[in-house]
């Protein structure tokens, strides 16, 4: 665990290494690849966020670990949301932002991020996530 000196920061960079060692481990990058399991995380969250409206984009943010709700609203410009992106739009700017190549392509690593993430959100949250997007994107957001 990272040492800060203060509880609560050493728990949320314990929670987003952990969240980031998953990414990792699910594709078999050694650790010094984590600007690749960062920038993944970042990509989704991001474009996630942007799909949402204000509510349901805080009302998941809420449940994020302190550090990673941090890269999630990093830039956010809430007056310009929501993002009208259907399927290809939303694969399309997560494989814009995330530039590294991931085995697969980008929907299993959407995947894998989500999995990694979803150990922090409320089953009934992430129903609500889903609902409000549109059908050919729900499925992406399994």
Known sequence: MAETGFASFNTTVDKTNRILHLIEEAYGWPRERRNQSYAALRALLHTLRDRLTVEQA??????????????????????????????????????????????????????????????????????????????NLESVLT
Request: net charge negative; glycine share 8%; aromatic share 8%.
């Open 58 to 135: 805080a009302q998941l943010a809420a449940q994020l670990p302190m550090l990673v709700r941090g890269i999630y609203y990093e830039g956010w410009e809430p007056h310009k949301v929501p993002v009208k992106m259907g399927r290809e739009e939303f694969l399309e700017r997560i494989r814009r932002e995330c530039r590294f190549e991931a085995p697969g392509g980008v929907e299993p690593l959407i995947h894998t991020v989500l999995q990694a993430l979803r150990a922090h959100i409320t089953e009934g949250e992430w129903e609500d996530v889903r609902a409000s997007v549109p059908k």
